[in-house]
């Protein structure tokens, strides 16, 4: 059972992916190094590698979900700080409506069973 | 943006020059622009994670903070690229030498197949050595007889496979040789 929940679980974080970093973009900018910890707090990405985030916030910027720009740091290198657009916003609304439409249908499954 | 990540160490400055060698490869499709971004960031992330690494030495530091950003697979060594040229080209030779030949023995099936007391594979008088004809002469001796329709349909679907096979492996767009010949 192990391997089969492995693998669905691979399967689910990458569906999670883009919708764990808008929600952490919604709640502030941030910048690459602050998204690897937030996401790092969620289920299943304890053990991210931290650079596989990088390419997927290049691809949401050309989405256009997110804005970036480079701000310089008196105390070490510049940091890119991303920040959520309307669009991405948006899109993160719509993710949510799915999830809780997942959820809801999951939940029935057994009342409708028992009924 | 230039970006550098200062090191004292000489293992330090060993472990950050592979790292960066083996990234560039791992962006080598981006365009220039993109490839320097990816490669900033990368130099970004590093130095936030080492300045948190409660480690003393500093290639340890580093150590640590790779393995969390995840080490991208090394480039191929550089003497591949010629060798893995030679090896498309001559695969290139080899297929069409080989098709050729494959497309003679498929002719000649169908030809037994319309013509079985002419083509065929034969012994001659004097001659120990096997020859494929498509017009027999006299006193030669045929060999397979009504094996040699099944018999070349293996050969050819043997030889064909062998050709995917090859093709696969030095000519597929996603082959090891394609790859090696990349920049």
């Known amino acids: 059972m192990d391997e089969i929940l492995d693998r669905w ?9 883009e919708m764990l970093l808008l929600a952490r973009l919604k709640a502030g900018r941030a910048y690459g190094y602050q998204i690897v910890a937030a996401l790092k707090q969620a289920p299943g990405f304890e053990n991210l590698a931290e650079g596989t985030v990088y390419p997927v916030l290049t691809r949401m910027k050309k989405d256009g979900l997110v804005t ?12 890119k700080y991303y920040t959520v657009t309307e669009l991405g ?18 939940l029935a499954q057994p009342a409708k069973e028992a009924s | 943006m230039r970006m550098t990540l200062e090191l004292t160490t000489r293992e330090a400055r060993r472990l950050w020059a592979d790292f960066l060698r083996r990234l560039d490869w791992a962006n080598r499709d981006l365009a220039g622009p993109e490839r320097a971004e990816a490669r900033a960031e990368a130099i970004a992330h590093i130095a936030e994670d080492m300045a948190v690494l409660e480690l003393p030495d500093e290639a340890d530091r580093l150590r640590e903070a790779l393995t969390r950003f995840g080490i991208p697979a090394a480039p191929p060594p550089a003497w591949r690229k010629p060798l893995a040229i030679v090896l498309h080209y001559l695969a290139i030779m080899v297929m069409g030498a080989s098709g050729l030949v494959i497309l003679i023995l498929l002719h000649m099936t169908l030809m037994e197949a319309l013509n079985p007391a002419a083509v065929g594979l034969y012994i001659y008088p004097g001659d120990n050595v096997l020859t494929l004809s498509y017009e027999a002469q006299d006193g030669a001796r045929e060999l397979l007889g009504g094996w ?4 070349f349909l293996m050969i050819s679907a043997l030889g064909s496979a062998a050709l995917y ?14 790859r090696w010949m990349r920049p």
Do not use: C, N
Not at chain 1, 9 to 17: I, L, P, T
Not at chain 1, 68 to 79: F, I, S
Not at chain 1, 96 to 103: A, L, T
């Open chain 1, 89 to 106: 916003d948006r899109t993160l609304d719509a993710m949510h409506g799915i999830w809780r439409r997942m959820d809801e249908v999951l």
């Open chain 1, 9 to 17: 679980s691979s399967q689910a974080r990458k569906g999670y992916f």
């Open chain 2, 148 to 151: 040699f329709i099944p018999t």
């Open chain 1, 68 to 79: 970036a720009e480079w701000v310089a740091d008196d105390t070490g290198p510049p940091r």
């Open chain 2, 165 to 178: 096979g090859l093709w696969h492996v030095a000519l597929s767009p996603t082959g090891p040789v394609s």
